[in-house]
């Protein structure tokens, strides 16, 4: 991922928002490491790792929100401008996985 991923602001959606938008069909995509998708994630997410993000895009629905996430933000950030840059409706959840627990979304670890 190039640089100017992370120096443009993506579309970004709060943690609440983006718990509302799950349940009416929008799609997390999770950006973490495979040790971190492994501790807890959401469930129903997609786990593409920010590494292999470009390659998985071509199996993404292209009728949906997906909507990036990560631990804090920041690397969803860069995951949701390639995403749009691909053609996707595509933001970030700001907050990342403590926003999301605030917000009362779900997690699993399994």
């Known amino acids: 991922m190039k640089i100017r991923h992370y120096l443009r602001r993506p579309p970004a959606i709060s943690a609440e928002e983006a718990v509302r938008l799950v349940e009416a069909g929008a799609l997390v995509i999770d950006v973490r490491r495979e040790f971190e998708w492994n501790r807890v994630h959401i469930p129903g997410a997609v786990h ?58 779900l997690l699993t670890d399994r």
């Not at 997906?66 to 700001?94: H, K, P, Q, Y």
């Open 48 to 105: 593409a790792p920010l590494e292999v993000l470009l390659e998985r895009c071509v199996d993404f629905p292209e009728d949906r929100l997906l909507i990036a996430f990560c631990t804090g933000g920041l690397r969803s950030a860069g995951a949701a401008n390639l995403l749009v840059e691909n053609g996707f409706d595509a933001v970030n959840m700001s907050g990342g996985l403590i926003g999301w627990r605030s917000a009362g979304g």
